[in-house]
């Protein structure tokens, strides 16, 4: 059967259905590079927001008019508050909660084959295997790698800990294998991801430190990077990883602030305070050399002042981000902030969201122009179309890549030279706008 696979939402999402990816090639199964070559999609949808479970809605009907003839799964966050939204969608044949996300393939083989599913099937690793890569001409540099599920956390705004369910985590064994398999498949970095990947381990006596200590010792996978931490869930001696991790462990953190006013903190129950994240961020720095920062921000939150704001907005200069994921608050059925009173009309959100980016352009140009004359290693992932290239020399070509810091840089080199999945030292020469460009060091 040839099945399309698509996702959004967060990182963790991708992860699964590369996950499923594997698991159906392992099972005979052939991927198709489009609904409209498909005989069944499968959809890992979103709803964090109202705006992900619209978007959710919208992908499976344009999957449906792409190809009316194919039967679609649907899974997910969205599929598992509004299950019976989502029956009612064109082509819907099955709605898979999340908690039964790792038995699509059974579900695939018994519901819509109508056939058993056997113990050969049964055998097939719900995680990677090298035996079973996806097929894919163009193969991904970076593998995102779900080491955990679920979340303890109650933030007033979030309705992913009611969608995700209590927090699951992978043996240490399996995640160790898993990232061997995909170095051995070719893969330059494994990004480490979950829903609450601080909480990694709180259900198996262990924890995160662990786990990164353990695939710096147990594997050769030339990049590890940590996607979303809480900075609650850090202690000052987990950056001691890093001077050990022979560059390897990537010196960028993702740390999700929401809010610069503790005011604002308190009404979203939040475990962080600004202080106690400032001075987090001064400790990882003094540990992580050429570290970057990144966030997300939401602004808006009901009971929000404009001197709260101007907290948030004051707090984000002083810690000097690399990029900030900007959200206008978005009301969310389901959530205890639904139901807060002095919600702040949308039209002054929108204001606040527009303030707040504009101030991560400027943070984040201060932070790029900073690296200019340094050397990085880049991570090259595809070549680009870019406005610059008719300014090129006959017979180059430019390519964009990641540095180990996360800033993405672009490089012209000569055409002949293929750069996809090689890491490279580049000297980052300068910054035109927002474009960050490196001089590659190749051969």
């Not at 001691?240 to 129950?269: C, F, I, K, N, Y």
């Not at 002083?318 to 902030?337: D, E, K, L, N, W």
């Not at 999945?421 to 460009?437: D, H, K, P, S, Y």
Request: net charge negative; with cysteine.
């Amino acid at each position: 059967m040839r099945i399309y696979l698509e996702s959004l939402g967060c990182r963790l999402n991708y992860a699964e259905v590369a996950s499923l990816g594997r698991q159906l090639a392992g099972a005979g199964h052939e991927l198709a590079e489009s609904a409209a070559g498909a005989d069944l999609c499968v959809l890992n949808s979103c709803a964090v927001t109202g705006e992900a479970a619209r978007q959710s809605r919208q992908l499976a009907r344009q999957m449906a008019r792409a190809n009316p003839a194919a039967r679609l799964i649907v899974t997910g966050c969205y599929a598992t508050l509004e299950g019976e939204k989502v029956a009612q969608l064109p082509n819907v044949e099955l709605v898979v909660g999340n908690e039964r996300k790792e038995e699509i393939l059974e579900l695939i083989e018994e519901q819509v084959l109508g056939i058993g599913y056997s113990e050969e099937v049964a055998s097939i690793p719900q995680t990677y295997n090298t035996q079973y890569p996806i097929p894919n001409p163009h193969p991904r540099t970076r593998a995102f790698v779900k080491v955990q599920d679920g979340c303890r956390n109650r933030c007033t705004f979030c309705i992913v800990t009611v969608a995700r369910g209590s927090e699951r985590s992978r043996p240490v064994t399996e995640v160790v294998d898993e990232v061997n398999a995909l170095h051995a498949d070719g893969y330059q970095e494994a990004v480490l991801t979950g829903v609450h990947l601080g909480g990694y381990g709180s259900d198996l006596s262990t924890g995160l430190h662990a786990l990164v200590s353990a695939l710096l010792a147990e594997t050769r996978i030339p990049r590890i990077r940590l996607s979303s931490l809480e900075p609650f869930d850090l202690a000052e001696s987990f950056f001691d990883l890093w001077p050990m991790s022979d560059g390897r462990l990537m010196p960028h953190l993702h740390l999700p602030a929401q809010s610069g006013s503790d005011a604002v903190l308190r009404r979203m129950a939040r475990r962080n305070r600004v202080t106690d994240f400032e001075a987090l961020v001064a400790a990882a720095q003094a540990r992580i050399p050429e570290l970057t920062i990144t966030t997300d921000l939401i602004v808006g939150f009901p009971g929000e002042t404009e001197a709260d704001f101007a907290e948030t907005m004051a707090f984000a200069r002083r810690v000097g981000f690399a990029h900030i994921h900007a959200f206008p608050y978005s009301t969310r059925q389901g959530t205890a902030a639904a139901r807060f009173a002095d919600q702040v009309p949308e039209p002054e959100r929108k204001r606040r969201v527009q303030a707040l980016t504009a101030l991560d352009a400027e943070l984040g140009h201060a932070v790029r122009l900073a690296f200019v004359g340094g050397t990085r290693p880049v991570l090259w992932e595809n070549r680009v179309e870019t406005l610059h290239a008719t300014s090129l020399r006959p017979g180059w070509d430019v390519w964009s890549g990641l540095t180990d810091n996360y800033l993405r840089v672009l490089a012209a080199v000569p055409a002949h030279l293929d750069l996809h999945n090689r890491i490279t030292f580049a000297r980052l020469t300068q910054l035109e706008g927002e474009v960050l460009w490196a001089e590659a060091k190749v051969r």
